[in-house]
């Protein structure tokens, strides 16, 4: 079983930045992927992010060169740092793990285990 807490959510004003935290439990942490997702009030949950066990990184387009998602398997925490925060952004951010990195991970589904989310709301 992996537990997942995120943290650091707020209100902002669009242009500020925010940074998130997602602490997970476990011992096999480094071999997992983990991701951010969004969700939206009345839309799906949508991909924004993924750091697989090798380090490699994906991110959806609407966030390329805003956001910047790391990882210490240390202290068994990812990260979203995000900047330039837009009203666009507003939504409840959800932690994700995917055990052993068994692929990109871009769907909802292809996901073991799911934090509470933590709210972001960016105004204008």
């Known amino acids: 079983q992996v537990q997942l807490v995120e943290s650091g959510g707020g209100s902002v004003q669009a242009g500020d930045s925010l940074r998130l935290s997602c602490a997970a439990s476990?011992?096999?942490?480094?071999?997992?992927?983990m991701a951010w997702f969004r969700q939206a009030a009345g839309k799906g949950r949508e991909f924004v992010a993924v750091?697989?066990?090798?380090?490699?990184?994906y991110y959806t387009d609407s966030v390329k060169g805003r956001y910047t998602i790391s990882r210490d398997n240390a202290k068994n925490t990812v990260y979203l740092q995000m900047n330039s925060l837009k009203s666009e952004d507003t939504a409840v951010y959800y932690c994700?793990?995917?055990?052993?990195?068994?692929?990109?991970?871009?769907?909802?589904?292809?996901?073991?285990?799911w934090g509470q989310g933590t709210q972001v709301t960016v105004s204008s």
């Open positions: 750091i697989r066990w090798d380090s490699s990184i």
């Open positions: 476990g011992r096999a942490f480094r071999w997992n992927s």
């Open positions: 994700a793990a995917q055990v052993l990195s068994r692929s990109i991970g871009y769907a909802v589904g292809e996901y073991d285990y």
